[in-house]
Nanobody
Framework: QVQLVESGGGSVQAGGSLRLSCAAS????????MAWFRQAPGKEREGVAF???????NYATSVKDRFTVSKDNAKNTLVLQMNNLKPEDTGMYYC????????????WGQGTQVTVSS
């Protein structure tokens, strides 16, 4: 069973930055794909940043060039650096993990709230 614990959320004004972290109970070195999702009130959950076992990344169009996802294999930590935040980035942010051969993410953190004011 993989356990994920997010931290680093908070409130910031538009244009500001936040850094989210996700501590995992397993090593990232063994074929785990990781991602950050977010869910705004009244909206469906959406994937914003993805990173696979070899370190390759992919981003939602809405956050590309503003968000950066990275992982520290030695510390089993996933990080999301968010710059130039916008009010529409407000939501609950979740860390997720799966074995890369699976289609769905099986493991989820409890979420951390990000609020961006204009």
């Amino acid at each position: 069973q993989v356990q994920l614990v997010e931290s680093g959320g908070g409130s910031v004004q538009a244009g500001g930055s936040l850094r989210l972290s996700c501590a995992a109970s397993v090593s990232f070195e063994y074929n785990y794909c990781m991602a950050w999702f977010r869910q705004a009130p009244g909206k469906e959950r959406e994937g914003v940043a993805f990173i696979v076992s070899d370190g390759s990344t992919n981003y939602a169009t809405s956050v590309k060039d503003r968000f950066t996802v990275s992982k520290d294999n030695a510390k089993n930590t996933l990080v999301l650096q968010m710059n130039n935040l916008k009010p529409e980035d407000t939501g609950m942010y979740y860390c997720a993990a799966k074995n890369c051969y699976r289609a769905q993410y099986d493991y989820w953190g409890q979420g951390t709230q990000v609020t961006v004011s204009s």
